[in-house]
């Protein structure tokens, strides 16, 4: 400050032929101190300042530098504010103090700790911490600054495991269960907004035993204490701090002291006493040699004479100067020659005050101004505490935040970093580990948001983000993989030629059908035998023809649903099955009136012969084709993807169309056979020994069977099964009738052909 005091009073172009008077009081970071001195300086000065002619008798305060708290800061601004006098202060940071209705006349060159919370949530944030803890000081400093950054930090989702504060005055007891907290957290980060001179009883307390790895986010409170630099355990702090800067020529200014300037006062005494271990004065109780004269700042290696990191130094000076500009421009007048300053004209607090809200100008390349709340621009400095090949702790800047710079782009950091116990890696904090794809996080009851169970994504949803808080339904046709991070294309199922089923179902198609025309032709080649003749060899050759495409319809089933497929294979096996059951109703006809042929004048068989068999077989099965045109014509079968029967996948299966049509085919079906199948029963104790009856019986018997497990099997079964159940019910009730009707016949014919006489045929049971 007497630097920055001395260089404005030398200056021809700032505040000429006018010199600065000043008053320095320690407050001793007492706020009783602090507003003690207030009232000293507002009562002003009986005598003279300087005892020179050309200043004032009695100087009157027009602005107040200070204080470095911040609470300090908010009694002096509440009493002196009241005179409109400015208190522009250099380290007080409190966001509360830019609330211009209650601190109407406070400055400052140092940025609000609203700018370095939000700094810190971006920090945290940056490196993906979501799990902290936070230590403050239990002062309006370390108070208003947590609140600032809680409210951030929970703008961008980051959770605190703890928010302790104490104060250096506190019981040890209480220090000490502050540090246990710290010791027994999970949170591996700590964030401490705590003044330099609270911190060090904190961490004496944690190196008292082994201290817990950790890694320290750290204000500007302290972040640049050298004292605090001694605590190895702190390795690998980061924070942000104040801008560096250089003064020119104060470094030679503080090691121009002459011994006489310090023997004339008792801070450079002290100071001097202490640097060299010496005494200015006699030997005292301390045992300290006398100082001879011989020692030089120029050999001292200490914050001193290091001028190489100021920080806050340069808020001072940038106060002065800020003061001194609004003097300037309260009473100098530019002029085209040269500047005017009336040196007669007293200004009064109030008009600095005015002056001091415009105040624009650099000073070494830096700006410095005011906004409305008295605050600067932000600037931080991220430094990192990093140790260097001596083995000591070294500042190194390795990022910075410039509230100037568009939002978004105001944080900026590097990748030259040392953590915790010197790792290059990046340390990890979080309450619960980051979901992975397809799972979603459920919060742990009574827990903050950052702490959360990963549950997997229920059937059928999908999550393809880390850390999503739900999962989303894939589309109906699509289903998700077994990482359920992805929808994919359900798989497509149908009845294929490639499957096992089908090929076991298509070949016993293609055998039955053999075995029908293979029957046909043991038949045509013994066409003139008793037992073909006296079978009705006619309706025999049809019902073997009816049955071969019977056996063939079944392959229409098999294969990839399509518009002919679906319309072809029900109406194919509906017309088919009529006229084989047709057939078989002709020949147990032909049986029974064959019978009461015999009776004497019986002459029945003139109404049933060939062309009434051929013309009834023809009507009953028109009356299926009529059904199945009405069915195609009104609402045909038609192909489908079945989406409600398996979740996982699409069954492509022919719907039915008409249900009314598909139950009406197979009704008709059923009622014929039902029909034959009486007629069977009443013929089944004829004397013939080549009688078809029994034979009939037990074929639809085994027919009816068939078709009426068919129905429930038919509605129950899932999927392709459905098409595998309908296949072989047509086998199985084909298989029926061909080796119930024609398998003993053959086997006489080729096995006992002395049966196939007509001898035999006439020989009566």
């Not at 600065?20 to 001195?37: E, K």
């Not at 005292?284 to 100021?310: F, H, P, V, W």
């Not at 101004?369 to 070294?394: C, H, I, M, T």
């Not at 085919?665 to 009486?678: M, P, S």
Request: with cysteine; charged share 15%; hydrophobic share 45%.
């Amino acid at each position: 400050m007497i630097f920055a005091i001395n260089e404005i009073n030398n200056s021809t172009e700032l505040l000429p032929g006018i010199k600065l008077g000043y008053q320095i009081y320690d407050s001793c970071a007492s706020v009783p101190v602090a507003v003690h001195s207030a009232f000293q300086l507002l009562n002003g000065w009986d005598s003279a300042i300087d005892k020179d002619s050309s200043c004032s008798q009695s100087g009157g305060v027009v602005a107040v530098v200070g204080d470095s708290g911040s609470t300090p800061s908010i009694s002096m601004s509440r009493i002196i504010g009241s005179f409109n006098i400015p208190l522009v202060s250099y380290f007080a940071t409190c966001a509360c103090l830019s609330d211009k209705q209650q601190y109407p006349t406070f400055f400052r060159t140092i940025p609000s700790d609203q700018f370095q919370a939000d700094a810190l949530a971006k920090l945290v944030k940056h490196f993906g911490w979501t799990w902290i803890g936070v230590v403050r000081s239990d002062t309006d400093y370390g108070n208003y600054g947590v609140a600032s950054f809680l409210n951030a930090a929970q703008k961008v989702g980051i959770c605190v495991e703890y928010s302790e504060s104490f104060l250096r005055t506190d019981a040890q007891s209480k220090i000490q269960r502050v540090a246990d907290v710290i010791r027994r957290s999970t949170a591996l980060i700590v964030v401490a907004f705590i003044d330099s001179g609270d911190l060090p009883v904190l961490l004496d307390e944690l190196a008292l035993e082994p201290p817990p790895p950790r890694q320290w986010i750290i204000s500007e409170g302290w972040i640049t204490d050298p004292y605090l630099m001694t605590y190895s355990f702190c390795e690998g702090a980061i924070g942000f701090a104040i801008q560096k800067s250089i003064i020119p020529g104060l470094k030679e200014f503080l090691l121009d002291l002459s011994p006489t300037e310090v023997a004339s006062s008792s801070v450079l005494t002290e100071f001097w006493e202490d640097a060299f271990n010496c005494s200015l004065k006699t030997i005292n109780k301390t045992d300290k040699r006398l100082c001879d004269g011989n020692e030089d700042l120029k050999m001292l290696k200490n914050s001193y004479t290091d001028t190489s990191q100021l920080r806050i130094s340069n808020m001072v000076y940038k106060a002065v100067y800020a003061i001194a500009h609004a003097i300037h421009n309260a009473v100098c007048r530019e002029t085209v020659v040269s500047t005017k300053c009336d040196e007669d004209l007293r200004s009064d607090s109030e008009q600095i005050f005015k002056k001091l809200q415009k105040v624009y100008f650099f000073r070494n390349g830096y700006p410095v101004s005011f906004d409305a709340n008295g605050d600067p621009v932000a600037f931080y400095e991220l430094v990192n505490w990093q140790k260097s090949e001596s083995g000591v702790f070294e500042l190194v800047t390795v990022g910075y935040y410039d509230a100037s710079l568009p939002k978004g782009q105001e944080f900026h950091v590097n990748n030259n970093i040392s953590w915790l116990k010197g790792s290059t890696q990046v340390p990890v904090s979080v309450c619960s580990e980051r979901c992975p794809p397809g799972t979603r996080k459920v919060l742990q009851k009574g827990k903050p948001i950052c702490c959360y169970d990963c549950i997997p994504c229920p059937e059928g949803e999908i999550s393809n983000t880390t850390d999503s808080s739900d999962c989303s339904p894939c589309p109906s046709e699509l289903w998700p993989n077994a990482q359920r991070d992805a929808c994919f294309p359900k798989p497509v199922e149908f009845l294929s030629y490639d499957e096992v089923l089908a090929i076991i179902l298509a070949a016993f198609s293609v055998s039955g059908a053999c075995l029908a025309i293979i029957t046909a032709a043991i038949f045509f080649h013994h066409r003139t035998t008793p037992i073909v003749r006296a079978n009705n060899s006619e309706l025999s050759f049809l019902l073997l023809f009816s049955l071969t495409l019977c056996f063939l319809c079944s392959l229409t089933f098999i294969g990839a649903p399509s518009d002919w497929s679906c319309m072809l294979r029900h109406t194919a096996f509906g017309i088919t099955f009529v006229l084989c059951i047709s057939c078989v109703l002709g020949k147990t006809v032909v049986v029974l009136m064959a019978f009461k042929a015999t009776l004497p004048g019986s002459n029945v068989m003139k109404w049933f012969g060939p062309p009434q068999q051929r013309m009834t077989i023809v009507i009953f099965t028109f009356v299926q084709v009529i059904i199945c045109t009405v069915w195609l014509l009104l609402s045909p079968p038609f192909p489908m993807k079945n989406l409600s029967t398996y979740k996982e996948k699409i069954i492509l299966e022919c719907a039915l169309g008409s249900a009314v049509g598909f139950w009406a085919v197979l009704g008709y079906i059923g009622l014929l056979a039902v029909f034959c199948f009486v007629l069977a029963v009443l013929a089944r104790k004829l004397p013939d020994n080549f009688n078809e009856a029994k034979l009939i019986t037990f074929s639809m018997l085994i027919f009816c069977a068939v078709w009426l497990t068919f129905i429930p099997a038919y509605v129950s079964s899932p999927g392709k099964l459905t098409v595998a159940v309908e296949i072989f019910a047509i086998l199985a009730s084909s298989f029926g009738l061909i080796l119930c009707i024609f398998a003993p016949k053959c086997f006489i014919i080729l096995f006992q052909p002395e049966k196939n006489s007509k001898k035999y045929l006439m020989n009566k049971s």
